[in-house]
């Protein structure tokens, strides 16, 4: 099996900047992307393709790779941004899903 | 817009069976792939099982293999979950989401991610 491994939770003040890594073996050749989950709802993808950020994002979200560790940072973190951040990659077949095991931010 | 909207979840013996559904619409679903994720309370997303645009090509995660069947029905837009054998463990939220595939030249390798997800549907084996 294949395991992304991430921090159990970070926490920040307001306007901080906050990071929240990721690491797996296979990420030197996949991509990483991150999906942000607010209580109740399902989740939202703020990273994709390690760094790019789809329309509608906030450019206080941003990504990065680098070996076997990728970064979501949010500079200047905000109160709404409170919620639990999981990475997403695959193994190195491609056919193996693997969701990192989440971290929850909060920013107080 | 793009929408998806799951359905079929509820409470179940252990053992039981229970078919997920999952209706999309705002998008040419016949075009991509397709996805379902589950997450335990209060635990991590978990991914489930994907299928191809023409279901020929199908992975599940281990935990799952051998008891739950993925399918689709392009002419009615629609996704499922056929859930045999159920467990204590597979009591979650079950998500459908919608699989964006590309190609990237540098890695040398099609990668794919949900890109849009349902609200969920909630399983409970008890």
């Known amino acids: 099996s294949y395991e992304l491994t991430q921090p159990p939770s970070v926490s920040v003040s307001p306007g901080q900047t906050a990071r929240i890594t990721c690491s797996g073996d296979?990420?030197?050749?996949?991509?990483a992307f991150w999906y942000q989950q607010k209580s109740g709802q399902a989740p939202v993808l703020v990273i994709y393709?390690?760094?790019k950020r789809p329309s509608g994002i906030p450019e206080r979200f941003s990504g990065s790779s680098s070996g076997t560790m990728a970064t979501l940072t949010i500079s200047g973190a905000q109160v709404e941004d409170e919620a639990d951040y999981y990475c997403?990659?695959?193994?190195?077949?491609?056919?193996?899903?693997?969701f990192g095991g989440g971290t929850k931010l909060t920013v107080l | 817009q793009v929408q998806l909207v799951e359905s079929g979840g509820g409470l179940v013996k252990p053992g039981g069976s229970l078919r997920l559904s999952c209706a999309a619409s705002?998008?040419?679903?016949?075009?991509?792939?397709m996805s379902w994720i589950r997450q335990a309370p209060g635990k991590g997303l978990e991914w489930v099982s994907y299928?191809?645009?023409?279901?020929?090509?199908?992975y599940y995660a281990d935990s799952v293999k051998g008891r739950f069947t993925i399918s689709r029905d392009n002419a009615k837009n629609s996704l499922y979950l056929q859930m045999d054998s159920l467990r204590a463990e597979d009591t979650a939220v079950y998500y459908c989401?919608?699989?964006?595939?590309?190609?990237?030249?540098?890695?040398?390798?099609?990668?794919?991610?949900?890109?849009?997800w349902g609200k969920g549907t909630s399983v409970t084996v008890s």
């Open positions: 989401a919608r699989v964006r595939r590309e190609y990237s030249y540098g890695y040398g390798y099609y990668f794919n991610y949900m890109d849009v």
């Open positions: 393709e390690d760094i």
């Open positions: 299928i191809s645009s023409s279901g020929t090509s199908i």
């Open positions: 997403y990659s695959t193994d190195s077949s491609g056919n193996l899903w693997v």
């Open positions: 296979a990420l030197p050749k996949k991509y």
């Open positions: 705002g998008f040419t679903f016949r075009d991509y792939y």
